[in-house]
């Protein structure tokens, strides 16, 4: 089975992004397990409805969902090995961006909105340095001169990142995206994995609300 976790911050693009890639690929829908981690409300899930798939929302409440992830990802892991699919996808938004939900072997796809801002590879720096590929977004809300600043700020953070320009809303660019996670080798994940970067201990105060 292809495991991926899709991460990025709220209102980055993500489950946009991940739905052209899945129609582009032609998936079958029974060969596709989805898993969406969100704060209170994970409705945009009908984007996937609408492209044929069913996805599962787990709501994580006052904490980051990148840091709830790593408690449920067993669970999911285990339920879409029970259900014989092919893919399991994990799309988390994180809340206080200090969190990274990558794990060391499992592939890495960050979606993250020019928009955020020309220095958003710096500020996310522990999204940003340990994903495999970034897709960026939102690109036509900015000049080229500010993609390319964009871009070469991200390209400090992580020189080998594989990355991409996506428009979540035409999925125009999603064809290399595709292609590098059908590229993807099958994996079976361990009793016990490693995350390519520590998690704050316990839950930070801005996981649980505090100032």
Known sequence: MRVVIVAGPPAAGKTAVLRHALTRMKLPPDRVHLVKLDCLDGGDVRAFEAAGYRAQVLLSGDICPDHHLVTVLGDAYLDAMDAGVEWLFLETAGLCERCSPFLARVPALLVLGLTAGLQAPQK??????????????????????????????ARSVNPSCWMRTVNGLTGEGVAPLSAWLEALPDLELLDLESLRVVLPRGHCSLCTGGL
């Open 124 to 153: 996310l720096r522990s999204l940003v340095a340990h994903c495999d590929a970034l897709a960026v977004t939102k690109t036509d809300l900015a000049s080229q001169a500010e993609y390319e600043v964009f871009s070469q700020a």
